[in-house]
């Protein structure tokens, strides 16, 4: 309890993001009350009983009067009035929103709330039908569905679009300093991207249902809604052929003129063709490299490199693949990481370009970014956006204060997501195969981002599992690393639990500087998980039960020693938000031979 009043949809989690209306009074401490008086005043105390915040005025009605304060179906608080000595009803004196559509929720899945004569209407995007005409607050159902997208472009898919209208912020993956039309073909060549919105030169890409629809009134924000050709066609009835036979001759039309034009544009291009060069160069060499490394992949030579990092003086990190320095590029105004691999597998310079292609297609917001890298003789490194903020092993470990508890349930959540997508909605599947708090970096707001997954085995669409050396790093390599078992993703499930359990107690998972039975880490989590003493693992912090349980099950579920029983990432970030329930884990085979009398202390 923070002393902040606030509104959530039903059924939905209390988190900041579904806050619909709220008393900003946050901070005023705990035990904040509501309170109505007999004049119809509602207003906020304090637990000195001060009051910190009047939500309405009091009214003066002459004669007898009854009030009463509702949270109405439409989802807005108010206060009503009823004067006892004349024959009116019930009139509203103050509520919490003028706007009808401001309550979350009011619409179903795929529907959005927009204002008609200021009442609060439920309407279905482009492409889309209610569930039932009749009851319109159920939702929306597309009319067609976009699956079996392969290809895209040849199977005949685009886009419904949809202006100034918001949604729930969930997308599985976040594209940056993109413009509409990258958005749009971004959500075209992706098979899982049903939807896509773009607002703030941010394409957030979804798949259906979308919820929480609100019209804004905001021209900048526009949906894309994908959908077949041939359904969205099917609109225009039998004028298709006529539109057809008008088009077809048009176009030859237009090729005839075009060949004319382009004889003339080719003599006149060979004309200009060095003084177009000149200007190219100009620009490119002139406040260009910015932009380039926003949106390719970027080829370095060494010495632009060398020169970069000052001869490489400034060495920042080091790790299982070489060393990493600060540098600066695109002509002084960009700050990167640059790692110089030293302990790579020789392979041929285009596997080596392949696997670039791989790493620098990924995109997402817990994933440290790729910018560039060089393939220089036997000279390889690699360029990365760089993070301020060390990394989660600092934050940990070393900081003289380790993080607040909602702070480390949130690295814990943004790390598992970062995974689902290397696993899961990556074009080519990546196992990281190093999961560890010092492969997880901190940006300048301290959010957490994973780094060095594209240097571990990749795995091609039609594979799940591979049989390769033991990588990875002691204390958090999966027990198949240690037999001639295949290696799947699991290894990774395997590498998050280690660390989640890690992030749970802020300490190593090996700890020689604590009592005998604490220096394993899983072993005393699972004997405190036993002996219902969880709270031995956080010492004086105050963190409610049922949460700090939720995470210690994920992760001894995690760690479990056979990899068909760890759960898929996937699964995990579900546990964590606690869409669905996390039961009680068996006792991994690893920890049967700790003592049972052993008690957690």
């Given at each position: ?375 220089d003789g036997t000279n390889r490194l690699l360029v990365y956006e760089y993070m301020c903020n060390g990394s989660l092993a600092d934050f940990l470990f070393r900081s003289g204060q380790k993080p607040a508890w909602e702070e480390r349930n949130e690295m814990a959540l943004n790390i598992a997501r970062g995974i689902v997508y290397l696993h899961e909605e990556c074009e080519t599947q990546i196992i990281h195969c190093d999961i560890k708090p010092e492969n997880i970096l901190m940006d300048e707001k301290e959010s957490a981002k994973i780094a060095d997954f594209g240097l571990s085995k990749l795995l091609m669409p039609n594979q799940s599992r591979t049989y390769t050396g033991i990588r990875g790093t002691r204390g958090y390599v999966a027990p198949e690393w240690h037999t001639n078992l295949p290696i799947t993703v699991k290894v990774d499930v395997y590498s998050f639990g280690i660390m989640l359990l890690e992030i749970i107690c802020c300490r190593r998972n090996v700890d020689m500087h604590v009592p005998d039975d604490q220096v394993v880490l899983a072993n005393w989590v699972y004997d405190c998980f036993e002996a219902n003493q969880l709270d031995q693992l956080i010492q ?62």
């Amino acid at each position: 309890m923070n002393g902040n009043l606030v509104m959530f949809p039903v059924e939905d989690p209390d988190q900041f993001d579904y806050i619909y209306w709220r008393s900003r009074t946050a901070y005023a401490g705990g035990n904040v009350k509501l309170n109505f008086d007999k004049n119809g005043l509602l207003y906020l105390l304090d637990t000195n009983g001060k009051n910190i915040r009047n939500l309405s005025n009091s009214i003066t009605i002459f004669g007898k009067a009854m009030y009463r304060a509702t949270i109405d179906a439409d989802g807005i608080f108010r206060l009503y009035s009823h004067n006892l000595n004349g024959h009116s009803n019930w009139t509203v004196e103050w509520q919490s929103s003028d706007n009808k559509c401001d309550p979350t929720g009011l619409c179903g899945s795929n529907a959005y709330c927009t204002l008609v004569d200021q009442v609060a209407v439920c309407a279905c995007p482009p492409g889309f039908e209610f569930i039932d005409q009749s009851q319109k607050n159920l939702g929306c159902r597309p009319n067609s569905s976009a699956d079996d997208c392969t290809n895209t472009r040849e199977s005949g898919f685009a886009f419904e679009e949809l202006e100034g209208i918001s949604w729930e912020s969930k997308p599985y993956s976040t594209l940056p300093s993109a413009t509409k039309e990258a958005c749009r073909d971004e959500c075209l060549k992706d098979c899982y991207c049903e939807a896509a919105v773009y607002r703030n030169q941010q394409c957030r890409k979804h798949i259906l249902p979308l919820r929480f629809g609100k019209a804004q009134g905001n021209p900048s924000m526009t949906t894309f809604i994908k959908a077949k050709v041939a359904d969205l066609g099917m609109k225009t009835g039998g004028s298709n052929r006529k539109n057809e036979l008008r088009t077809r001759g048009i176009l030859i039309a237009c090729i005839a003129v075009s060949t004319l034009a382009l004889l003339a544009l080719v003599i006149f291009g060979i004309l200009f063709y060095r003084y177009r060069v000149w200007n190219y160069k100009k620009v490119i060499n002139h406040g260009n490299d910015e932009l380039l490394d926003d949106v390719i992949l970027r080829s370095f030579t060494y010495d632009e490199l060398k020169k970069a990092t000052n001869k490489f003086e400034d060495e920042i990190g080091r790790g299982a693949f070489g060393t990493v320095f600060r540098g600066v590029i695109s002509n002084g105004n960009r700050v990167v990481a640059i790692k110089r691999l030293e302990k790579v597998v020789a392979e041929g310079e285009r596997e080596f370009l392949n696997e670039m292609k791989v790493i620098g297609r990924t995109h997402h917001k817990n994933l440290v970014r790729l910018l560039g890298y060089c393939h220089d003789g036997t000279n390889r490194l690699l360029v990365y956006e760089y993070m301020c903020n060390g990394s989660l092993a600092d934050f940990l470990f070393r900081s003289g204060q380790k993080p607040a508890w909602e702070e480390r349930n949130e690295m814990a959540l943004n790390i598992a997501r970062g995974i689902v997508y290397l696993h899961e909605e990556c074009e080519t599947q990546i196992i990281h195969c190093d999961i560890k708090p010092e492969n997880i970096l901190m940006d300048e707001k301290e959010s957490a981002k994973i780094a060095d997954f594209g240097l571990s085995k990749l795995l091609m669409p039609n594979q799940s599992r591979t049989y390769t050396g033991i990588r990875g790093t002691r204390g958090y390599v999966a027990p198949e690393w240690h037999t001639n078992l295949p290696i799947t993703v699991k290894v990774d499930v395997y590498s998050f639990g280690i660390m989640l359990l890690e992030i749970i107690c802020c300490r190593r998972n090996v700890d020689m500087h604590v009592p005998d039975d604490q220096v394993v880490l899983a072993n005393w989590v699972y004997d405190c998980f036993e002996a219902n003493q969880l709270d031995q693992l956080i010492q004086d912090e105050e963190v409610e039960e049922s949460k700090l349980e939720k995470l210690v099950k994920v992760g001894l579920w995690c760690i479990q020693d056979e990899p068909s029983s760890r759960p898929s990432m996937k699964k995990v970030v579900l546990m964590l938000e606690g869409t669905i329930d996390t039961p009680d884990p068996p006792s991994p085979p690893s920890f049967s031979n700790s003592n049972n009398d052993i008690t957690c202390t």
